[in-house]
Nanobody, 124 residues
Framework: QVQLVESGGGLVQAGDSLGLTCQASGRTFGNDALAWFRQAPGMEREFVAAITRNGGSTYYNPSVKGRFTIARDAAKNRVNLQMNSLRPEDTAVYYC?????????????????WGQGTQVTVSA
């Protein structure tokens, strides 16, 4: 079993930066990947970015590439999402998730473990 806890959400203005953290605990797997998703009200859950367990490879949604950076902190067993140049359309609940199927998975149904989410609100 894997437990995931997100933190770092908040209210910011357009153009600001914000960092999210996902604290992981529990069992680990060799081929797993950790990802961030987001879900705005009335919208489907959307893939944001993913990283392999060793941090060697990353994968981004084109809508955030160049603005968001996903990174591993192996010593603390965390995955961070640094979000720069935020836009009102980035407003959503952000979730951390783990898949056992490796990197490159954008479908939420491929993910086995989820955190409770953290709210990010970007005002115009």
């Amino acid at each position: 079993q894997v437990q995931l806890v997100e933190s770092g959400g908040g209210l910011v203005q357009a153009g600001d930066s914000l960092g999210l953290t996902c604290q992981a605990s529990g069992r680990t797997f060799g081929n797993d990947a950790l990802a961030w998703f987001r879900q705005a009200p009335g919208m489907e859950r959307e893939f944001v970015a993913a990283i392999t367990r060793n941090g060697g490879s990353t994968y981004y949604n084109p809508s955030v590439k160049g603005r968001f950076t996903i990174a591993r902190d192996a010593a603390k067993n965390r995955v961070n999402l640094q979000m720069n140049s935020l836009r009102p359309e980035d407003t959503a609940v952000y979730y951390c998730a783990v898949t056992l199927l490796g990197l490159g998975r954008r479908n939420p149904h491929d993910y086995d473990y989820w955190g409770q989410g953290t709210q990010v609100t970007v005002s115009a």
